[in-house]
């Protein structure tokens, strides 16, 4: 595959072109060098902080010490893209899991969404439209709905975006409109739909961007939660430099550890790390400290085995639900079984519009689903959805099996009263 010349200019925005590195924050390496004597950088003074030690005790009943070095790295103000010890550990990680085909940098954030959505602070000019998946990720609508910019539907069907209806809608884009230069997607497990793209789709995708220049953002925090065996990422197949790959910590060590990490081109990672510069400065380095110490302690070949046990936990989840969804909804709605990740996502048989129905009858009925109009970009002007989604991960066998019963005993008085409401209009 020939390689082809990525302009990053033409995907900065204005603002992230101006933007310059932060006066104090750039002394920070400096004051790494030996002999360096600091009188610039405002950092209050470690003697006084009142920690003297951490140690973290894990499940298997073995305590880790953070390392005094490091942990006073840590308390003290440090480098926005990350403690470098985790840092490195993580680009290795990267090297090993998906060996890219070219260079790349890793900057570490406070939950791969922090990223996302410098991301898109980034490369987002006014009056841009970018490409987003549809249904899609409700956490970043959310933010994207504030930004100066229009989001473009891209179809799904059961194995993600749609590569036929993508290049459609690239080739077929009208002159007098901005032409996207940036595709938004969360290729596995995705949120809310569940569904994973496959290999091949991903190839053509990427073939796609590769023709009409697009910058892909790989949004991937269900990889580790595949349930057979891994799909390679965008990532792996980026010899151009077009992908700007994101992943988390959340769903395999600790949701409150905030920790995610974005890799990418340095062109583009680096001018996200300014946006860090001027906002939160850096992530916590003591939870990237105690990331660190558990899977330094681990070495790459026990986090991927931390990592299959959880898949393996998820998938165990899913069959039940799974099969609890048929036992109580077979004919009431339809659904994917998916392959990964958390979710399923139900498209219910005879409900015009899920809206009312989850928000408020099903809380009646004691049982919580998310209506599926909330997962795209235009609900003011889209059509009713009759879907809703529903995610296993944090439910009890037993919780399943009466939460389905539920909500298909609603389906079935819905169902009911429609047709009593339509024979009164007769």
Request: aromatic share 8%.
């Given at each position: 595959m020939s390689v082809a010349k990525v302009d990053y200019q033409n995907y900065l925005s204005e603002t992230a072109?101006?933007?310059?590195?932060s006066a104090i924050r750039r002394l920070i390496p400096l004051t790494k060098i030996p002999g360096m004597i600091s009188l610039g950088a405002g950092a209050p003074n470690g003697d006084l902080f009142p920690f003297e030690g951490i140690t973290i005790s894990v499940k298997n009943g073995e305590p880790l010490q953070i390392d005094s070095k490091l942990l006073a790295e840590s308390l003290t103000y440090g480098p926005s893209d990350g403690v470098p010890q985790l840092n490195g550990w993580l680009k290795e990680l990267q090297k090993i899991q998906h060996a890219p085909p070219r260079d790349f940098v890793v900057t570490?954030?406070?939950?791969?969404?922090d990223l996302v959505t410098k991301a898109f602070q980034v490369l987002v000019s006014e009056g841009d439209n970018v490409l987003f998946e549809s249904p899609g990720y409700v956490g970043i609508i959310a933010f994207l709905r504030h930004q100066p910019c229009n989001l473009v539907d891209v179809d799904l069907d059961s194995h993600g975006v749609v590569p036929a209806k993508l290049r459609e809608q690239l080739e077929n884009w009208p002159t007098e409109k901005r032409k996207p230069k940036v595709l938004y997607t969360v290729p596995v497990g995705g949120n809310p739909t569940g569904v994973s793209q496959t290999l091949e789709r991903k190839r053509e995708i990427y073939e796609i961007a590769r023709e009409h220049d697009l910058l892909i953002l790989e949004d991937d925090p269900y990889y580790y939660l595949q349930f057979g065996d891994k799909?390679?990422?965008y990532f792996s197949m980026d010899v151009d430099g077009r992908v700007l790959r994101f992943d988390s910590m959340s769903k395999i060590l600790s949701s409150g550890l905030r920790v995610g990490?974005?890799?990418?081109?340095?062109?583009?990672?680096n001018v996200m790390n300014l946006v860090t510069q001027t906002s939160n400065l850096q992530p916590s380095s003591i939870a990237q400290a105690i990331t660190f110490t558990l899977v330094n302690s681990w070495g790459h070949q026990g986090f991927y085995e931390h990592t299959r046990k959880v898949a393996a936990f998820y998938r165990e989840r899913c069959q039940l639900f799974c099969q609890y969804a048929r036992k109580h909804l077979t004919g009431l709605a339809e659904w994917v079984e998916p392959d990964a990740g958390m979710f399923v996502w139900f498209n219910l048989k005879g409900i015009e519009d899920s809206f009312d129905l989850i928000l408020n009858k099903a809380v009646e009925k004691k049982v919580l689903l998310v209506p599926?109009?909330?997962?795209?970009?235009?609900?003011?002007?889209?059509?009713?959805?009759?879907?809703v989604r529903a995610s296993f991960s944090n439910v009890s066998e037993q919780d399943m099996d009466m939460g389905l019963e539920r909500l298909a005993n609603l389906l079935r008085e819905q169902i009911e009263l429609q047709k009593q409401q339509q024979q009164q209009q007769r």
């Amino acid at each position: 595959m020939s390689v082809a010349k990525v302009d990053y200019q033409n995907y900065l925005s204005e603002t992230a072109k101006a933007r310059k590195p932060s006066a104090i924050r750039r002394l920070i390496p400096l004051t790494k060098i030996p002999g360096m004597i600091s009188l610039g950088a405002g950092a209050p003074n470690g003697d006084l902080f009142p920690f003297e030690g951490i140690t973290i005790s894990v499940k298997n009943g073995e305590p880790l010490q953070i390392d005094s070095k490091l942990l006073a790295e840590s308390l003290t103000y440090g480098p926005s893209d990350g403690v470098p010890q985790l840092n490195g550990w993580l680009k290795e990680l990267q090297k090993i899991q998906h060996a890219p085909p070219r260079d790349f940098v890793v900057t570490i954030g406070t939950g791969s969404q922090d990223l996302v959505t410098k991301a898109f602070q980034v490369l987002v000019s006014e009056g841009d439209n970018v490409l987003f998946e549809s249904p899609g990720y409700v956490g970043i609508i959310a933010f994207l709905r504030h930004q100066p910019c229009n989001l473009v539907d891209v179809d799904l069907d059961s194995h993600g975006v749609v590569p036929a209806k993508l290049r459609e809608q690239l080739e077929n884009w009208p002159t007098e409109k901005r032409k996207p230069k940036v595709l938004y997607t969360v290729p596995v497990g995705g949120n809310p739909t569940g569904v994973s793209q496959t290999l091949e789709r991903k190839r053509e995708i990427y073939e796609i961007a590769r023709e009409h220049d697009l910058l892909i953002l790989e949004d991937d925090p269900y990889y580790y939660l595949q349930f057979g065996d891994k799909v390679p990422s965008y990532f792996s197949m980026d010899v151009d430099g077009r992908v700007l790959r994101f992943d988390s910590m959340s769903k395999i060590l600790s949701s409150g550890l905030r920790v995610g990490w974005a890799t990418g081109p340095a062109e583009l990672i680096n001018v996200m790390n300014l946006v860090t510069q001027t906002s939160n400065l850096q992530p916590s380095s003591i939870a990237q400290a105690i990331t660190f110490t558990l899977v330094n302690s681990w070495g790459h070949q026990g986090f991927y085995e931390h990592t299959r046990k959880v898949a393996a936990f998820y998938r165990e989840r899913c069959q039940l639900f799974c099969q609890y969804a048929r036992k109580h909804l077979t004919g009431l709605a339809e659904w994917v079984e998916p392959d990964a990740g958390m979710f399923v996502w139900f498209n219910l048989k005879g409900i015009e519009d899920s809206f009312d129905l989850i928000l408020n009858k099903a809380v009646e009925k004691k049982v919580l689903l998310v209506p599926g109009i909330e997962f795209y970009c235009h609900p003011e002007t889209s059509a009713p959805s009759q879907c809703v989604r529903a995610s296993f991960s944090n439910v009890s066998e037993q919780d399943m099996d009466m939460g389905l019963e539920r909500l298909a005993n609603l389906l079935r008085e819905q169902i009911e009263l429609q047709k009593q409401q339509q024979q009164q209009q007769r």
